[in-house]
């Protein structure tokens, strides 16, 4: 009798695009693009476009169920494609440029991808790799006709494709939970795992994001996303951002100092988002030209920890502040925001610029976390007990795609491989990856933390601690430094540095001086480590 | 193949205060009651109590689908109850203090409602109607113990039950549809309708006008609802507030100024919300007693339209911005706030300000508008053109409280009542209610433009506008004018007023000068006029 009187129409994402078409009709969104002129064209414009673009897609086939891959940067093309695909009840599989051949390979096969979507410069590793897509029949370059290279894959243009079409389009109304994009995580081991996200939770994801108390950024803001579209959608900005009637500039493959700049100053960007390495590009530009960032107050940064003193140049020299944030993959990506709040801000604006710098975020609204030990009991939220961290929410991963089993637990709970503490206020900071920490006699060593002290030495240009197995303790730290050109350092210099700043049974049991072996993406690849120096405290 | 592999928890409004108590755990929530000193507490605090209160009401038998009704102003209590009562499955019925006690009898047994919570001052509206409530088996007096009196209806104590319960309790899961709010509508005919808020619809329009383009306060704002609780969830406010962690404070059944001005001064309130007529109380005390509002930076009125003066008061006496809001009971309430756009900030600030006074609201995400004529087309927004106001979302009705069939049309659409235009930026401005609006000659008055025109005339206290009857246009302009005391005003008087500010074809037919009634909520009684001037134009 209670059940069911108000209206229950699905969220779809398309709605989105809808609205801000609508309500920001004329709202810019500016991009780059490869080895074409910069594009500037509205909201309204975009709605049309997507519509042309669906049109086109149909006619090659596309249609409920199917996939479409892109291999594409952060372009207003791409952003097309993020609703004109979800838009038909297609999946747009976002293929990460960035990974290797096989895996590039294996996720458009493990997708069944039947058309790719590619930018002008991503032609060469297209053709390269078309003899093994099996399943791709059509191949588009995101170009106007006149700069599309056919190239051994006979691509066809996107605008060529799009100026054929019409932009009167009647939306199928979805499902919800339907799949809309499919995101690969790439673990260090095994295959690229695919993360299947639904209408619901990109819809959901973007209006929890685009709360004041979350990113904060409203219709006067404008956006520079550096995040790329092919990760985890690009931090869902392009859904929270037409959200709030923001206005969009999309910065292509373009992440020198100088392109950085030139957007942030000429298009009046007010709010960023990427990677530390693009943040550290940028500072170390203005820095040495001496410029101002414009009109940039605040800058989200993720993907790794972000460096104290990055958060601290931008605030104190620049008056840009930073917003940490952490996520996954499975969590569309949004986990947390280290945002600010009252009762930091009466601690002083010191103890907010700590809590804010040194921790990864601070719970939001629609994603739960937890902490749990070894034996899965919840651990306090005291910002000392750290355990594995757990997420559960309406964005949070269920199964990945094509497997037989749920990759959460019957409750919900997703095993985020992380391991974190969370202190009284709710931040949450990341102490290791679990297979990193090092479990000494039943308590735990954070490598990380233990690495952040290390690294502080004089004369230290890479730390890396790994757990090595140990005869009484189970497992020990061993520190491997490797010292910046012509340092002379020994491992009493390193011990005495360490001791005053750890607690005694943290202090690594060896100090190893090697080079430090790194992966494709630049970390310390522990594995090695670990594999290396196996038999270090036992042999 | 691509369906369903994110996780799909319910949206429930208890995960809203379970977030808020956790991650905002310290944020304070300030009451003031009925005779009791006034009262702050924290969100931690305000969850705990929730569920002490959700047992409590369990213990009393209520349960999954059963109706609970509450006759309470704006405390931390009604605050508790509106978490507790439907978490547990239940419906919270907001029975309105303001309707005739037939009304409340009607609405309180339509709701089949067994237990009723009321503050101290309604014991005497309880007792009288008590013998009529044939479903009400417990009555609960929202008081502490020492000040509970049980009276005619025996009522408990609120928090003598509280005390009793453990504060553990297991929320259950629920359908996000199920009904959690029962809001009843006082059209000026027929019985009350009800409208059920799903938690689904509750939990969505708490995530859009908590978005930063919409009511956009965050974690260091104070609110301070006026809107009243029993008005369809205070606007959603009680809401949108913890989801983005702001304190709140809540002023019970004191709506003077000096009360108003006391709580915005000492308790630090950013942002506050009611009617028309509260501010009205406002702006004449601060600006008599020459105070300041503190920190208080917008207020959102809504209700009835939003006099110009006052507006431009609270902004260039007060630096206080207004946002003009729009919505209705069956619309939870959101339907349009008048949030300012970069494109009218190009334009100028008067330009801005003039587009935010004058008209209810922008659309905002989530709630589709459109206007259409008489034979149900599409009418353009270009701001002239009006028409019936439909609207559609997901926290738009489906269906009535124990109706048939179904209010909206099969696609969705919930016809207003109102008469509108939308402009080409998405501003909404109500010209009329249908029943009310002028047919003249297939031409469309508006008797609101008119009124707000010929109030304007000096002496005049009360400007009416009705069509009646006319043998030749169908329909045609009536003023009725109640001048100020000791004014003498003739029609040629107010028609030469009218001239230059009207189109010719708008001129009222005939000019009466008389009393003008007024119904039971204060707004002109136009039934009574157009039966009392049926034949004015033709007898």
């Known amino acids: 009798m209670t059940a069911g009187l108000m209206q229950t129409p699905p969220l779809q994402i398309i709605d989105i695009l809808k609205f801000a078409s609508t309500a920001h009709a004329r709202r810019e969104i500016v991009s780059r693009l490869v080895e074409e002129p910069t594009f500037r064209y509205t909201y309204a414009d975009s709605a049309r476009r997507a519509a042309q673009a669906a049109n086109a897609l149909k006619r090659l086939g596309i249609g409920h169920g199917d996939r479409v891959s892109s291999l594409a940067w952060n372009t207003h093309r791409h952003f097309e494609l993020f609703y004109a695909v979800p838009a038909l009840g297609a999946v747009l599989h976002t293929a990460n440029p960035r990974l290797f051949d096989e895996q590039i390979v294996y996720t458009i096969n493990h997708a069944e991808s039947t058309v790719l979507l590619f930018d002008k410069n991503f032609l060469p590793v297209v053709e390269r790799l078309a003899p093994q897509l099996t399943t791709v029949k059509t191949f588009i370059m995101l170009s106007d006709e006149q700069r599309t290279v056919p190239g051994a894959v006979n691509a066809l243009s996107y605008e060529t494709l799009l100026a054929k079409e019409s932009a009167d389009i009647a939306w199928p109304t979805l499902d919800e939970n339907l799949g809309a994009f499919l995101c690969y995580t790439s673990g260090t081991t095994g295959d690229p795992k695919g993360v299947l996200y639904s209408h619901r939770a990109v819809v959901l994801h973007a209006m929890a994001s685009g709360l004041a108390s979350a990113f904060g950024f409203d219709a006067f803001d404008v956006l520079l996303p550096y ?8 931090w869902g900005l392009p859904f929270a951002g037409p959200i709030n009637g923001c206005k969009i500039v999309f910065p292509c493959d373009k992440t020198d100092g100088a392109s950085i700049q030139e957007l942030i100053v000429n298009e009046g960007v007010t709010f960023s988002g990427g990677v530390p390495t693009i943040w550290t590009m940028y500072l170390s ?19 790794s920890a972000v460096p104290r003193a990055m958060a601290e140049t931008f605030k104190k020299k620049y008056g840009v502040r930073v917003l940490q944030i952490w996520g996954m993959t499975e969590t569309c990506p949004l986990g947390v925001i280290a945002t600010p709040t009252p009762e930091l801000a009466e601690a002083g604006e010191d103890a907010m610029d700590e809590a804010i710098w040194t921790r990864q975020g601070r719970m939001q609204f629609g994603i739960e976390l937890k902490i749990v030990d070894e034996d899965g009991k919840d651990l306090p939220w005291d910002g000392e007990n750290s355990g594995a961290l757990l997420v559960r929410g309406p964005w949070t991963i269920r199964r990945y795609f094509r497997k037989d089993a749920d990759a959460a637990s019957a409750d919900g709970w997703f095993d985020t491989g992380d391991i974190a503490t969370i202190d009284a206020a709710g931040f949450m900071r990341i102490t290791d990856r679990k297979k990193d920490v090092i479990k000494s006699g039943g308590e735990w060593i954070s490598s990380i933390d233990l690495e952040n002290i290390a690294v502080a030495c004089p004369g230290v240009k890479i730390a890396a601690v790994v757990g090595v197995p140990h005869p009484k303790w189970e497992e020990r730290p061993l520190l491997v430094i490797e010292p910046h050109e012509g340092q002379q350092l020994t491992e009493a210099d390193v011990q005495a540095f360490l001791e005053p700043r750890i607690v005694k049974w943290w202090k690594p049991d ?14 310390i690849d522990k594995k090695v480590l670990r594999s290396r120096y196996a038999t270090a405290l036992t042999g």
Do not use: C, Q
């Open 510 to 523: 060896k100090v190893i001086f090697a080079s430090v072996p790194l992966t494709a993406t630049g970390k």
């Open 285 to 303: 530009h203005i820095e040495k030209t001496g410029e101002t960032p414009g009109k940039l107050k605040r800058v989200v940064i993720g993907g």
């Open 227 to 234: 995040a790329n579209l092919y990760h985890a959608t690009g």
